[in-house]
T-cell receptor, first 114, second 116 residues
Framework: DTAVSQTPKYLVTQMGNDKSIKCEQN?????MYWYKQDSKKFLKIMFS???????INETVPNRFSPKSPDKAHLNLHINSLELGDSAVYFC?????????????FGEGSWLTVV | QQQVKQSPQSLIVQKGGISIINCAYE??????FPWYQQFPGKGPALLIA?????SEKKEGRFTISFNKSAKQFSLHIMDSQPGDSATYFC???????????????FGTGTLLAVQP
């Protein structure tokens, strides 16, 4: 069973479109994240949610809107896509109470904006 | 501002050799230093982690060395194998109990190639 699963794995879309990436974790964790990995492989946190509540918002443009319907799901909706949004988006989760904050990543969603 | 600096950007090692990747951090509030391993087409996965009250942690062929005064830590891979070929990221975070208010600051990654 995949611990953190995200769909779609690949997404090619035109500038100006709106798209969503879905994420689910079956680890029973209470904290979920979205990370962005750019073309140079640099990984940076975008958002984190704890028990469906937004905790971290790393100055991400408001075209990006995360939504957490429950602890096991964290979706990412992107409006008015731009060329610079092309990247790999990783969903992740952790158990917030455990020291060390081990983060488990999904396999990524490759977004290409043309 | 890059809070965690990682080097080298890429590394080629012969099978059986030692791979060494270095990281330096600026924020003295950081108290958790993990290393993540990422294979092509996959997400990063935790490899090994250390906290600043110890100078070294070893798990199998992987060792973290930590120098608190120099604000540096490094990953050593002993007896490197072709299967170790991947991108390695160091990271840092602050806050003893992790949790949702803490976040990992990643280094820029090191692409390791172990030649047979």
């Amino acid at each position: 069973d995949t611990a953190v699963s995200q769909t779609p794995k690949y997404l090619v879309t035109q500038m100006g479109n709106d798209k969503s990436i879905k994420c689910e974790q079956n680890l029973g964790h209470d904290t979920m994240y979205w990370y962005k990995q750019d073309s140079k492989k640099f990984l940076k946190i975008m958002f984190s949610y704890n028990n469906k509540e937004l905790i971290i918002n790393e100055t991400v443009p408001n075209r990006f809107s995360p939504k957490s319907p429950d602890k096991a799901h964290l979706n990412l909706h992107i409006n008015s896509l731009e060329l610079g949004d092309s990247a790999v988006y990783f969903c992740a989760s952790s158990q917030g109470e455990v020291w060390g904050n081990t983060i488990y990543f999904g396999e990524g969603s490759w977004l290409t904006v043309v | 501002q890059q809070q965690v600096k990682q080097s080298p950007q890429s590394l080629i090692v012969q099978k059986g050799g030692i791979s060494i990747i270095n990281c330096a951090y600026e924020n003295t509030a950081f108290d958790y230093f993990p290393w993540y391993q990422q294979f092509p087409g996959k997400g990063p996965a935790l490899l090994i982690a250390i906290r600043p009250d110890v100078s070294e942690k070893k798990e199998g062929r992987f060792t973290i060395s930590f120098n608190k005064s120099a604000k540096q830590f490094s990953l050593h891979i002993m007896d490197s194998q072709p299967g170790d070929s991947a991108t390695y990221f160091c990271a840092a975070s602050k806050g003893r109990y992790g949790g949702a208010t803490n976040k990992l600051i990643f280094g820029t990654g090191t692409l390791l190639a172990v030649q047979p």
